[in-house]
């Protein structure tokens, strides 16, 4: 037995009756044929307690009827004998069926027993439609009538009552709103972690927020989500084991008429009667027609689809996931990260811009023994039933008024960011009450990055109206801009195209006195107090002496630079941050004051920019004497502009035409001219 700690008290208090011991339902669930979910059923029936003895008593039972109800290959014709024998028998199993018009009645199939045509009457089919879409898991009570076996074409076997594997109480959102109270928000993350059984403890926050983005088509309408990665992370799991809202398409056709709709018999398809729609090793799925991507690229975008002369809405999710046969990095280097998708969708940008979401599943742990909880999490029917519910309800207007986006998101990719930001809301609140905004901007920046991943593979095929993808927001009538990166891009030790955060500035220093050019960033945080504080231990003395003349010029020029704000009633804190083997910091003096004005400005300068140059006590800007070799350096570190003193002009004709068609140089007069140049493109 493991040992309760704090999510388990509090779920025991809150949730009794609606939780299972995940390592339990891994035992059952490798020595049975049927999903994690059917298992949780049944253990969430006779196990949802926290007590050893009363756990035991209900194990057995659970064993009892999985083996006695449950059909391993080989027992099909011992389980038919049992029908025969006793006139019935009852057994878990996918129930699917169709319609044989020859003798205009519905026939079902029970794969586990080899049985295609049993006998189900059109009151049961009717009010289990998905057994005509791709089926369920279900209880199933079959008999055997002996006197049909002697009818020619007879169909002995017949379903007299079958009930799904799923909660029969449907008003649960209640009770798990009222559990969540009870909960910190980091605690009920990880309490939805242990649910679908992913043990929280020394996961990173990066893949706890993977793995919770990947629950938002359980919660969210009409959600495109796309998970490209390595294998073994789980990535089928989700969709196949935890909910029956779900069905997933293993790699192979996929016909428009279950998909969608069947003309024949209009007979709805699976987007219509599932929360979500999972296709598995996506790059080998086709369309038996070769309209079939249109028709879902349609649908994903208005949830809508037409099939002769009637215009039909649903509201299932539709999920690609596949595997990528080379690392990140290098799928980057030879094309983009849709590349593993199917041909007709991997270089359509019609169809990426309807993906809402690009979960980055390198950021996935693999799944392994050590990373299975044994903790108490929420039985599955239960979990999925409340997501179910969940998705009648919108969290939008909780961003607005708080959240404003930056320029650069279109309108579908507003959209698409508040789809995100409000499934992550609903698995954080089940009720809309007393959100923390710390909560609110974490689901937006995930929303951000992972819409902005979209973008960016769009802008890699070339296409010119998605050039802008420097994806930003502001929190509150106030708030700074704040700027959000898809990492697989981003290098620490070279600059990126995104704007840094406000007081922060990319330099390069000319070196001298033996030591080379290098690259530098100095961060400044502003706040109460009065001076300039610099936290490199031991301070670089050139860096120090750059500083004061900033410093002293900030106190002098208040006007010019940061205009009523005054200078003296605030204190700065400074870090020079090396990238090269140069340490010193020297004649940093021009870039030093712009991250001084901008930290108390709140704005940031704009992204790939370097400022370089010095200024003096008396606000003159000294020359310098290798531009050249600067401008190489800052190129080479991934630099897309380059403010440097108006005196370095003359010397820059020694600059490679090569390098001067990589770089946009920009000269500055004085410091208040490089000011208003470094952040003129900010908004």
Same mark, same amino acid.
């Given at each position: 037995?493991?040992?309760?700690?704090?999510?388990?008290?509090?779920?025991?208090?809150?949730?009794?009756?609606?939780?299972?011991?995940?390592?339990?339902?891994?035992?059952?669930?490798?020595?049975?044929?049927? @999903?994690?979910?059917?298992?949780?059923?049944?253990?969430?029936?006779?196990?949802?307690s926290?007590?050893?003895?009363?756990?035991?008593?209900?194990?057995?039972?659970?064993?009892?009827?999985?083996?006695? $109800?449950?059909?391993?290959?080989?027992?099909?014709?011992?389980?038919?004998?049992?029908?025969?024998?006793?006139g019935?028998?009852?057994?878990?199993?996918?129930?699917t069926?169709?319609?044989?018009?020859?003798?205009?009645?519905?026939?079902?199939?029970? @794969?586990?027993?080899?049985?295609?045509?049993?006998?189900?009457?059109?009151?049961?089919?009717?009010?289990?439609?998905?057994?005509?879409?791709?089926?369920?898991?279900?209880?199933?009570?079959?008999?055997?009538?002996?006197?049909?076996?002697?009818e020619?074409?007879?169909?002995?076997?017949?379903?007299?009552?079958?009930?799904?594997?799923?909660?029969?109480?449907?008003?649960?959102l209640?009770?798990?709103?009222q559990?969540?109270?009870?909960?910190?928000?980091?605690?009920?993350?990880?309490?939805?972690?242990? /649910?679908?059984?992913?043990?929280?403890?020394?996961?990173?926050?990066?893949?706890k927020?993977?793995?919770?983005?990947? +629950?938002? @088509?359980?919660?969210? $309408?009409?959600?495109n989500?796309?998970?490209?990665?390595?294998?073994?992370?789980?990535?089928?799991?989700?969709?196949?084991?935890?909910?029956p809202?779900?069905?997933?398409?293993?790699?192979?056709?996929?016909?428009?008429?279950? +998909?969608?709709?069947?003309? /024949?018999?209009?007979?709805?398809?699976?987007?219509?009667?599932?929360?979500?729609? =999972?296709?598995?090793?996506?790059?080998?799925?086709?369309?038996?027609?070769?309209?079939?991507?249109?028709? +879902?690229?349609?649908?994903?975008?208005?949830?809508?689809? /037409?099939?002769?002369?009637?215009?039909?809405?649903?509201?299932?999710?539709?999920?690609?996931?596949?595997?990528?046969?080379?690392?990140?990095?290098?799928?980057?280097?030879?094309?983009?990260?849709?590349?593993?998708?199917?041909?007709?969708?991997?270089?359509?940008?019609?169809?990426?811009?309807?993906?809402?979401?690009?979960?980055?599943?390198?950021?996935?742990?693999?799944?392994?023994?050590?990373?299975?909880? &044994?903790?108490?999490?929420?039985?599955?029917?239960?979990?999925?039933?409340?997501?179910?519910?969940?998705?009648?309800?919108?969290?939008?207007?909780?961003?607005?008024?708080?959240?404003?986006?930056?320029?650069?998101l279109?309108?579908?990719?507003?959209?698409?960011?508040?789809?995100?930001?409000?499934?992550?809301?609903?698995?954080?609140?089940?009720?809309?009450?007393?959100?923390?905004?710390?909560?609110i901007?974490?689901?937006?920046?995930?929303?951000?990055?992972?819409?902005? $991943?979209?973008k960016?593979q769009?802008?890699?095929?070339?296409a010119?109206?998605?050039?802008?993808?420097?994806?930003s927001?502001?929190?509150?009538?106030d708030?700074?801009?704040?700027?959000v990166?898809?990492?697989?891009?981003?290098?620490?030790?070279?600059?990126?195209?995104?704007?840094?955060?406000?007081?922060?500035?990319?330099?390069?220093?000319?070196?001298?006195?033996?030591?080379?050019?290098?690259?530098?960033?100095?961060?400044?945080?502003?706040?109460?107090?009065?001076?300039?504080?610099?936290?490199n231990?031991?301070?670089?003395?050139?860096?120090?002496?750059?500083?004061?003349?900033?410093?002293?010029?900030?106190?002098?020029?208040?006007?010019?630079?940061?205009?009523?704000?005054?200078?003296?009633?605030?204190?700065?804190?400074?870090?020079? $941050?090396?990238?090269?083997a140069?340490?010193?910091?020297?004649?940093?003096?021009?870039?030093?004051?712009?991250?001084? =004005?901008?930290?108390?400005?709140?704005?940031?300068?704009?992204?790939?920019?370097?400022?370089?140059?010095?200024?003096?006590?008396?606000?003159?800007?000294?020359?310098?004497?290798?531009?050249?070799?600067?401008?190489?350096?800052?190129?080479?570190?991934?630099?897309?502009?380059?403010?440097?003193?108006?005196? =370095?002009?003359?010397?820059?004709?020694?600059? &490679?035409?090569? +390098?001067?068609?990589?770089?946009?140089?920009?000269?500055?007069?004085?410091?208040?001219?490089?000011?208003?140049?470094?952040?003129?493109?900010?908004?």
């Amino acid at each position: 037995m493991i040992e309760l700690d704090d999510i388990d008290r509090k779920a025991a208090a809150s949730l009794d009756g609606y939780l299972v011991r995940k390592d339990l339902v891994r035992t059952f669930s490798r020595q049975y044929p049927v @999903p994690t979910y059917v298992v949780e059923f049944l253990l969430g029936r006779y196990c949802a307690s926290i007590d050893p003895e009363e756990i035991e008593e209900g194990l057995e039972i659970v064993e009892r009827q999985l083996k006695s $109800r449950t059909v391993r290959a080989g027992e099909e014709e011992l389980f038919k004998a049992r029908a025969r024998e006793e006139g019935n028998v009852k057994i878990i199993d996918i129930i699917t069926a169709r319609l044989d018009a020859k003798t205009d009645s519905y026939v079902a199939s029970l @794969p586990s027993l080899r049985l295609t045509d049993v006998r189900i009457s059109p009151e049961q089919v009717q009010e289990h439609e998905r057994m005509l879409t791709g089926g369920f898991y279900a209880e199933v009570t079959l008999n055997y009538d002996a006197s049909i076996a002697q009818e020619s074409k007879g169909r002995p076997f017949g379903i007299s009552a079958l009930r799904e594997i799923q909660l029969s109480k449907r008003n649960v959102l209640g009770d798990l709103a009222q559990a969540r109270q009870t909960f910190s928000t980091s605690e009920w993350k990880d309490f939805l972690l242990r /649910s679908i059984g992913i043990e929280p403890v020394d996961r990173t926050a990066r893949q706890k927020d993977a793995i919770m983005l990947r +629950m938002v @088509p359980f919660v969210e $309408r009409n959600y495109n989500l796309v998970e490209l990665g390595p294998r073994g992370t789980g990535k089928s799991h989700l969709f196949q084991q935890v909910s029956p809202y779900s069905h997933l398409i293993s790699g192979g056709k996929a016909t428009v008429a279950k +998909m969608f709709v069947n003309n /024949s018999n209009g007979q709805r398809g699976l987007v219509c009667q599932y929360d979500v729609v =999972c296709f598995d090793e996506v790059s080998g799925i086709s369309f038996d027609q070769k309209d079939g991507v249109n028709i +879902m690229k349609g649908y994903m975008e208005s949830g809508e689809f /037409s099939r002769g002369k009637e215009s039909i809405r649903a509201d299932g999710s539709i999920v690609l996931v596949g595997n990528f046969e080379v690392d990140v990095e290098h799928q980057q280097r030879i094309g983009h990260l849709f590349g593993p998708m199917p041909p007709e969708m991997k270089d359509d940008t019609a169809f990426m811009d309807r993906i809402h979401a690009f979960l980055p599943g390198w950021d996935v742990p693999k799944i392994n023994k050590a990373i299975l909880t &044994s903790h108490f999490g929420l039985v599955s029917d239960f979990l999925s039933e409340c997501w179910s519910q969940l998705r009648n309800e919108n969290r939008v207007g909780l961003l607005q008024g708080k959240v404003y986006f930056g320029g650069a998101l279109s309108g579908r990719d507003a959209n698409a960011v508040n789809k995100t930001a409000s499934g992550l809301l609903k698995l954080l609140y089940p009720t809309p009450d007393d959100v923390l905004d710390e909560d609110i901007e974490w689901a937006v920046r995930i929303a951000l990055e992972a819409r902005r $991943r979209v973008k960016e593979q769009q802008k890699r095929i070339g296409a010119a109206e998605f050039r802008n993808t420097h994806f930003s927001y502001t929190m509150g009538d106030d708030g700074v801009e704040k700027f959000v990166s898809t990492p697989e891009l981003q290098n620490d030790n070279s600059i990126a195209g995104d704007p840094l955060e406000p007081g922060q500035v990319w330099t390069v220093g000319p070196g001298g006195e033996g030591e080379h050019p290098g690259l530098f960033r100095i961060e400044v945080n502003e706040g109460p107090g009065s001076g300039v504080r610099i936290l490199n231990k031991p301070v670089p003395a050139a860096f120090k002496e750059s500083i004061g003349y900033a410093e002293q010029n900030l106190y002098a020029r208040a006007a010019q630079l940061v205009g009523d704000k005054d200078p003296r009633h605030h204190e700065f804190s400074v870090q020079l $941050r090396a990238f090269d083997a140069a340490k010193t910091g020297s004649k940093t003096g021009v870039a030093a004051l712009v991250a001084l =004005c901008t930290a108390l400005l709140k704005k940031p300068i704009r992204g790939g920019l370097v400022i370089v140059g010095e200024v003096n006590l008396g606000g003159s800007i000294e020359t310098l004497h290798n531009p050249v070799e600067m401008v190489e350096i800052a190129v080479e570190k991934g630099a897309t502009a380059i403010l440097m003193p108006v005196a =370095c002009r003359r010397q820059l004709v020694e600059l &490679s035409d090569d +390098m001067a068609t990589k770089v946009d140089i920009q000269f500055y007069s004085d410091a208040r001219d490089a000011l208003l140049k470094a952040i003129s493109d900010i908004s």
